[in-house]
């Protein structure tokens, strides 16, 4: 399956992102990891199915109602299993 990681930044910390984007990976049944990184913007790595990751893709553009996202930026990388969808620490 495929694996993407996606750096988001614009106001994405402090506004529930992370929590937001852990449920919304949840619901297109996506594995991976959400954290904040030290430069104040949010990284993901996600894996599943590529409509599915599209989805999410397209999500991380709007994120959760507080967030002002002013970019997105996706790498495909090898594919990468992982068990659920977890909230990390940076």
């Known amino acids: 399956m495929p694996t993407v990681h996606v750096v988001i930044s614009?106001?994405?910390q402090g506004v529930s992102y992370r929590v937001a984007a852990r449920e919304f990976a949840g619901r297109l049944a996506l594995?991976?990891?959400v954290r904040n990184t030290r430069?104040?913007?949010v990284e993901l790595t996600a894996t599943g199915p590529e409509h599915a990751?599209?989805?999410l893709i397209a999500w991380c553009?709007?994120?959760p109602p507080m967030a002002f996202v002013t970019g997105v930026s996706?790498?495909?990388i090898p594919e990468t299993p992982f068990d659920g969808f977890?909230?990390?620490r940076s």
Request: aromatic letters at 10%; zero cysteines; hydrophobic letters at 25%.
């Open 53 to 55: 990751l599209k989805k």
């Open 74 to 76: 996706i790498e495909h």
């Open 39 to 41: 430069e104040g913007n």
């Open 61 to 63: 553009y709007q994120g």
């Open 86 to 88: 977890e909230i990390r």
């Open 31 to 33: 594995t991976g990891w």
């Open 10 to 12: 614009g106001r994405v």
